[in-house]
């Protein structure tokens, strides 16, 4: 349809970042000109009416300055604009604002002009009618069968229809059964108003009928209504559309017959004056707003509907004439007689853009620009196309994805913390001026910082940058780390995005503090080192003072949260124990201590210093505490599952006493609202509850995260590891920053260890061949993560080594002894061969067997691979 566009015959944008919706739209002859041109009248929900005259010079031309007569701030916002009879003694045309607490009529008149200027409009404000109640929307008519006048009526926010005769206040009603405004429009010929109410119901009541109901300022209840103190307001007519609707016009051919039209979120909907209907339309699109008018053949209506596409599509009764493009989504559509030229459609949308069209074919065409003809030197482009090669070439051929002169990174970043715990510094320094550098600090929960995102608008060559900020606990735990770290993100001057890490330690005294050293704890730890012991007093000089010397090799520790930890160093022997009530207590002083000692030997030049981990693992520890996180992930489940149950029998409770309340005879409520005000109170609690196992659930997780830590390093001390191995254990155990009901710790680390087990940990080839599944499930219970860890520390024990590479070219060796006899296996993997050695404890005398070597009377020897 790219022919079928609406022809642009007057546009412009009004204001800045204003607001319209479908009642800011009106177009008549509000100055009564003796020509009877119509004029647009916008108003705005910021409080800006204009008046426009449009006067295109040529057709598609934007809006001049002559074109708006007027432009005034009503300081309100305008809610709807209407033209008609509103001021007594006279039948000219005024102009009727609404706004949310005032009814304001004026006057619109113009002045010739005697001088170039022009014309001079001006609005005369003829009077006003301050709401109680807040208003929605308004319409206007003759009502009552009035002659030569129109009367306004107002619907407010809380169902209250307010009927003005002008310059006077003649009554109000409430709407029965109301719970939401609706659209509102009068029915001249059965003098009746037409709104459709929040059950999706097209309501007509009666002029006479609201004139004679209970007065609204004097209506207590129902009761009141029975006593006789007015009739009781009944509807006339009722229709159910089972959709909101977002509009209602009348069209009248003549004083014999009108129509009532209705347009749905996906229907349109012609009623006749009784409320049967006459015909209805289903949409395949979403409208946004809509205009019937009398078409000029005989009998048949036209309709304009916008949509949220920006077509406006013409229908004559339930056939689709002309579908045409617009430049914006509509929400206000009228039609009028400008400048001689009828039927000029004027369409607003939502931020301003108002537009006078016409429909029309005539296509607009593009014809392109001859182009000058020259002669192709064929040797020019030769060389520019092996300059192109030779430029793919390198890219294909580079080692990186970047390339060689932007490997090297031009900003460096550098973080800085006080030893008076004031504040952490971070600086940044680039080679090249940078646009836009965002900086980002992150910290371990529940530590947070004052700001933790900086943006940088350009940061100039070799000038250094510094932001400050500070880290406080913010909840009543531990965290897990005491390592926070800085990230700024820039673009290469190529548009290649970069980010730049640095990392820094917060120090021990902000969760901790000196206290008395406790004799007796549940947990202890041993850690074993090859030089001698250092002063616990060299080591913790912010926790020990020179009144301390007589209790050097003890050191007492009390967090935040109120735990202790007591360290003691060994007088004769090259050990530290680190002992407290809690298990992950030990995490954070065990680290710090491993950090200083690695510290104070690297200032005195010792680099053979190492520590060792010779006792055994305390996996029951660790598995407490998975099994209390575990826990409160299933109490979660259940609170949530309790909290949906519920919520559903509240709404179902709510539907029911609806409908007690709006039927027409009042029935007993049979306790339902008792019912109701017990499940309401039943949601609150087991809101509170959910709410309080989540924050349970953020306290043990980072308990457990402490707890794994710890567990990691103890592995690491035992066996040795390495650097690499350390990180695969992490990346096993740690995978995720944050707990869900989703996706949980505990089958994701499940899944982590089996595939350790299967790949770099395997018995045989058999294990390798085993699949693990691809779906992650919230497991039954506990039982299969722990064998999996246990596992994973009996093998290590035996001489298993991690890696993640699948690939055998690494020579791998395992020593595991057979379940089932003393006989040990030696289990040796390279590339092409698989050796499997059996040979008894007595043939190496009980000594280990040195790795690489064989010796010893081999009992048997198989073969498997390449012959």
Not at 6 to 21: M, N, P
């Amino acid at each position: 349809m790219s022919l079928f566009k609406a022809r642009d015959w007057w546009s412009t944008v009004l204001g800045e970042k204003e607001e319209f919706d479908q009642g800011c739209l009106c177009v008549a002859d509000v100055d009564n000109s003796c020509n009877g041109v119509d004029k647009i009248v916008v108003g705005s929900y910021t409080g800006y009416l204009r008046i426009f005259s449009p006067n295109p010079v040529k057709i598609g031309d934007g809006a001049q300055a002559e074109d708006l007569l007027l432009e005034v701030h009503l300081r309100d916002p305008i809610l709807q604009v209407e033209v008609g009879k509103f001021v007594s003694g006279t039948e000219l045309l005024h102009l009727a604002v609404l706004h949310p607490r005032k009814l304001c009529v004026y006057s619109v008149s113009g002045t010739l002009g005697n001088v170039e200027h022009g014309n001079q409009y001006q609005i005369k404000l003829m009077y006003e009618h301050n709401l109680q109640r807040v208003a929605c929307n308004m319409t206007y008519g003759p009502f009552g069968g009035v002659k030569g006048r129109d009367l306004i009526c107002i619907q407010s926010m809380d169902g209250m229809l307010m009927l003005f005769e002008q310059e006077s206040y003649a009554f109000g009603r409430f709407l029965p059964g109301f719970l939401l405004p609706g659209p509102l429009t009068y029915s001249s010929r059965t003098d009746s108003f037409i709104t459709v109410s929040s059950c999706r119901h097209v309501e007509s009541y009666k002029y006479q009928v609201l004139a004679f109901a209970t007065d609204a300022d004097k209506r207590q209840d129902t009761e009141q209504q029975k006593l006789g103190s007015g009739k009781r307001l009944v509807v006339d007519w009722t229709l159910n559309i089972g959709e909101q609707a977002l509009d209602i016009c009348i069209v009248s051919f003549n004083q014999s017959a009108s129509s009532v039209f209705v347009l749905g979120e996906r229907n349109f909907f012609c009623l006749k004056d009784n409320g049967q209907i006459r015909f209805m339309k289903k949409l395949d699109f979403n409208p946004s707003c809509f205009l019937p008018y009398c078409s000029v053949s005989e009998g048949a209506i036209n309709t304009l509907i916008g949509n949220h596409s920006s077509m406006l599509h013409i229908y004559q009764d339930v056939t689709l004439k002309w579908a045409t493009q617009l430049p914006h989504v509509p929400v206000a559509v009228k039609v009028g007689s400008l400048q001689g030229l009828k039927g000029v459609i004027v369409t607003l949308s939502d931020s301003g853009h108002l537009q006078c069209s016409y429909l029309g074919t005539d296509p607009s065409l593009f014809q392109a620009p001859k182009v000058d003809s020259r002669e192709i030197n064929y040797e020019e482009l030769d060389v520019e196309m092996k300059e192109l090669q030779k430029i793919i070439r390198d890219v294909n051929t580079s080692p990186g994805p970047l390339p060689l002169t932007e490997k090297e990174d031009f900003l460096s970043v550098f973080a800085t913390v006080s030893s008076t715990l004031d504040s952490v510094s971070v600086m940044m320094q680039s080679r090249l001026a940078l646009q836009k550098t965002k900086l980002s600090v992150y910290v371990e929960a529940p530590l947070a910082a004052t700001c933790d995102r900086f943006i940088f608008d350009s940061l100039e060559p070799e000038i250094l940058k510094t932001v400050s900020l500070s880290v406080f606990l913010k909840g009543n735990y531990l965290p897990s780390e005491l390592e926070g770290s800085a990230m700024a993100s820039y673009s290469m001057p190529t548009g290649i995005p970069r980010v730049v890490q640095c990392k820094f330690r917060l120090p021990l005294k902000l969760i901790c503090l000196s206290h008395q050293p406790s004799k007796t704890a549940s947990h202890k730890l041993t850690i074993d080192m090859n030089k001698p012991p250092i002063s616990l007093l060299s080591l913790f000089p912010d926790f020990t003072s020179q009144s301390d010397d007589d209790q050097v090799n003890v050191l007492g520790f009390r967090f935040i949260t109120g735990s202790r930890v007591t360290l003691l160093a060994s007088k004769t022997s090259q050990r530290y124990r680190i002992q407290s009530e809690q298990f992950e207590d030990l995490w954070l002083i065990t680290k710090e201590l491993t950090l200083r000692l690695q510290e104070h030997f690297e200032k005195q030049g010792i680099k053979d210093f190492t520590c060792s981990f010779s006792g055994c693992i305390p996996l029951q520890e660790y598995f407490d505490l998975i099994d209390q996180h575990f826990e409160l992930r299933l109490n979660g489940e259940k609170v949530d599952e309790l909290l949906s149950e519920r919520a559903i029998q509240f709404r179902a409770i709510e539907r029911r006493l609806l409908t007690r309340f709006k039927d027409k005879t009042p029935a007993p409520l049979q306790h339902l609202d008792t019912l109701l005000d017990g499940t309401y109170k039943q949601v609150i609690a087991l809101a509170d509850a959910a709410e309080e196992n989540h924050c349970n659930l953020l306290q043990s997780f980072t308990r457990l995260k402490s707890a794994t830590h710890l567990l990691i390093m103890l592995i690491g001390l035992w066996q040795k590891l390495s650097t690499d191995q350390i990180a695969i254990l992490e990346a096993a155990f740690l995978p995720l920053q944050q707990d869900s009901q989703e996706l949980g710790w505990e089958e994701t680390v499940d899944a982590a260890v089996a595939h350790l087990l299967k790949t770099c940990l395997s018995k045989s080839s058999k294990e390798q061949a085993l699949n693990l599944t691809s779906q992650l499930n919230i497991p039954k219970d506990t039982g299969r993560l722990k064998k999996h860890i246990t596992l994973l520390c009996d093998r290590l024990a035996k001489g298993g080594r991690l890696c993640l590479s699948t690939d055998a070219t690494a020579q791998q060796t395992i020593v595991m002894p057979d379940e089932a006899s003393d006989i040990f296996l030696l289990q040796v993997r390279e590339p092409k061969w698989q050796f499997l050695l059996q040979w008894t404890e007595e043939d190496f005398g009980g000594s280990e067997l040195p790795v690489g070597s064989i010796t010893g009377r081999q009992k048997s020897l198989m073969v498997f691979g390449e012959s």
